[in-house]
């Protein structure tokens, strides 16, 4: 059997004691940003990418990955320990999840938390196994008309998707496009917004950008509501939940990773949008519904598979088709590049140990964070007790020297500082920097499919529309900013959103 | 006739600027054909995509009621671009010994909560250690550890 085979070669490839070194080392620096507010994944891996250039790719890889998922355990045990989710995606974590700790049921939550999202990132490891090959093949058929076609649709689904005004997220979108041709013209060699600066010459870096907007732009967000945060926990007991919890939290759990699984895939998904919707989702089919925000063990269980198997499909669009559908996943091609691979439909068959060692240390990298987690929660529980004000300092450092070293460059330290200031100013206006952060990175390839499907097309743009995939992606598009943009949708959008 | 939304109508205003710009500096790229796409094709054809979302925010802004912009923090935003700036500035002339401790103790103050005492200037002075050691001797920097202005000071070894 393939998928056999396949998976064999995965777990040879995982297993190798640098590469499990280095999964453990992902998953514990995850789950430590996870717990830590303030610090993302976003500016992690920015920060940890030059540390992994010296590195194997498939190691490179694991560990950065390790990173992603491990930060969504380590949200959500502070989000249930204090009420302080460390990541978005564990907000509505937050919500049953402290008031089970209030009641001292914070063991039993968290193991629930754990395992419930141990369950969805074995069933995506699989899944991601059975259906990347399928799409990656697909993939191969795929022109440039095809891949102009299905950037479209990723960027118009990342602003369905995502929080806030939707002209807004389209400027932003546009705005990073933009940004991200600054540079050299790859085919005529022209200048463009270079303003003579050889600096800019090779554009301006995706991790400048990531960090100024992420790193610095939210250290400076934090510190406007800086607050002493009393944090006052009691001691951890109970461990092992009751066989009650395990029939409750069973259907809960099994809904999440479906949808979790389902709005994964989707550009600009992901982990947030997903816990949200298993949330609102459980509220509407629980029996214990009238139980919700008052410590229902469902309302823990339904988010958090899904913020896990939300984390981990959202490398299935950036290993089958090299197109990132977040941040995080532009900051892995990123790292795929460096390493001199060429992200895309053939990483499968031309890098196949990464590729399958890569989905297999995802598996491991679980299983760690299960047996890791719940013995060191006492850890955690005294990271969160360490005051913002030693953090940040500490943060901007690390930006500062995580950018330098990337280009070995005075001037990106500039940069970033520019783009703290960019992020800033539009977040307070309502902008999210995510939209810009991925037409950023599609900017140039958006051009170049575009140029090479006119330029095969002699001019003629109907071949975006006459070619049955590129079509279907476009008609998909299209359908979704209509909905989008329909009053009864919009109330609904805005309504996933809102806290209860 | 006034302004309902100050968000949309100052980020309307900033994309419009933003799309001029691109455009004024774009101006003498050239467009080439729809077949044959010149440098300026794609860039300049975003740039008015940009400029009409810049204008229909702005004729929003008057139409729907939005938000204020809420309290701005001038302070903590200008503090940590200095500290990055000045950064920039000292590592150089300098070195890491007297960067990096600018880079905390200034970033330090843009916290209300920020104390300076004796246990902040341990903190300080093993951070700045510990960068040195990991990053520049470890993973390999190069970043002056002492700059130029130690040139002849201390002996050259150190310096990076």
Known sequence: ?500 | MSVRSWKDLWSGVLYVALAAGFLWFGRDFRMGTASRMGPGYFPLVLAWVLLGFGVLSVVRSFLVEGEGIGGMAPKPLAIITAAVVLFGLLLTPLGLVVAMPVLIVVSAMASSQSVYDVKGALIVIGLTLFCILVFVKGLGVPMPIFGSWFDGLVPATWQR
């Not at chain 1, 564990?90 to 209030?102: E, H, I, N």
């Not at chain 1, 600066?197 to 250290?219: W, Y």
């Not at chain 1, 989707?266 to 989702?281: C, D, E, I, M, N």
């Not at chain 1, 360490?386 to 690390?398: D, S």
Request: some cysteine; hydrophobic content about 55%.
């Open chain 1, 1 to 500: 059997m393939e998928l056999f085979d396949n998976l064999l070669l995965g777990f040879a490839t995982a297993m190798t004691p640098l590469n499990l070194l280095y999964a453990l080392i992902g998953v514990f620096l995850g789950t430590a940003i996870g717990v830590l507010p303030g610090l993302g994944p976003v500016a992690t891996i920015a920060m940890l990418l030059p540390a992994t250039f010296a590195m194997p790719p498939v190691t490179a890889m694991i560990m950065l990955a390790g990173i992603f998922y491990g930060a969504q355990y380590g949200g959500s045990t502070t989000a249930i320990l204090v009420n302080l989710p460390g990541e978005t995606s564990s907000v509505v974590t937050a919500l049953d999840g402290y008031q089970m700790a209030r009641q001292g049921k914070a063991g039993r939550a968290l193991a629930v938390a754990a395992l419930s999202s141990f369950f969805a990132g074995t069933v995506c490891t699989l899944l991601i196994a059975l259906f990347a090959p399928p799409l990656a093949e697909l993939a191969l058929k795929f022109g440039p008309a095809e891949y102009f076609s299905l950037m479209v649709l990723g960027l118009v689904a990342s602003i369905v998707l995502a929080n806030g005004s939707i002209l807004h997220a389209l400027g932003m979108i546009i705005l990073g496009l933009l940004l991200g041709l600054v540079g050299t013209d790859v085919s005529s060699g022209a200048q463009r917004y270079t303003f003579n600066m050889p600096e800019l010459a090779d554009g301006i870096g995706f991790v400048v950008v990531a960090m100024g907007m992420f790193g610095l732009g939210e250290i400076v967000a934090n510190l406007e509501h800086e607050a002493t945060r009393d944090v006052s926990i009691k001691k951890v007991e109970g461990l092992w939940p009751t066989r009650e919890d395990f029939r409750r939290a069973t259907g809960p759990t099994l809904r999440g990773t479906l949808l979790g699984s389902i709005l994964g895939i989707l550009p600009g998904g992901g982990a947030t949008l997903a816990s949200f919707g298993a949330y609102a989702l459980e509220k509407k089919v629980s029996k214990n519904r009238h139980e919700f925000g008052k410590g229902a063990i469902e309302g823990v269980a339904a988010p958090e598979s899904a913020n896990n198997a939300g984390a981990q499909m959202s490398f299935i669009p950036m290993l089958t088709l090299g197109i990132p559908s977040n941040p995080v996943m532009a900051l892995m091609i990123g790292a795929m590049i460096i390493q001199g691979i060429q992200p895309g439909p053939s990483v499968m068959k031309e890098q196949a140990p990464l590729f399958w060692g890569l989905i297999a240390s995802m598996w491991i990298g679980n299983m760690m964070l299960l047996v890791l987690n719940l013995p060191l929660i006492g850890m955690w529980v005294r990271m969160i007790t360490i005051p913002y004000r030693y953090l940040f300092p500490a943060i901007v450092v690390f930006c500062a020297i995580g950018v330098f070293s990337l280009n070995n460059s005075i001037f990106d330290i500039y940069f970033m500082a520019l783009f703290g200031v960019i992020g800033y100013v539009f977040k307070k206006l309502d902008c999210e920097p995510a939209p810009l952060l991925l037409g950023f990175i599609l900017g140039p390839m958006m051009e170049e499919f575009l140029r090479r499907a006119m330029l095969l097309a002699k001019g003629d743009p109907s071949v975006f529309v006459t070619r049955p995939i590129s079509a279907t992606m476009l008609a998909l598009a299209a359908v979704l900013l209509t909905l989008v943009l329909l009053p009864a949708f919009k109330k609904t959008r805005g309504e996933a959103f809102v806290e209860e």
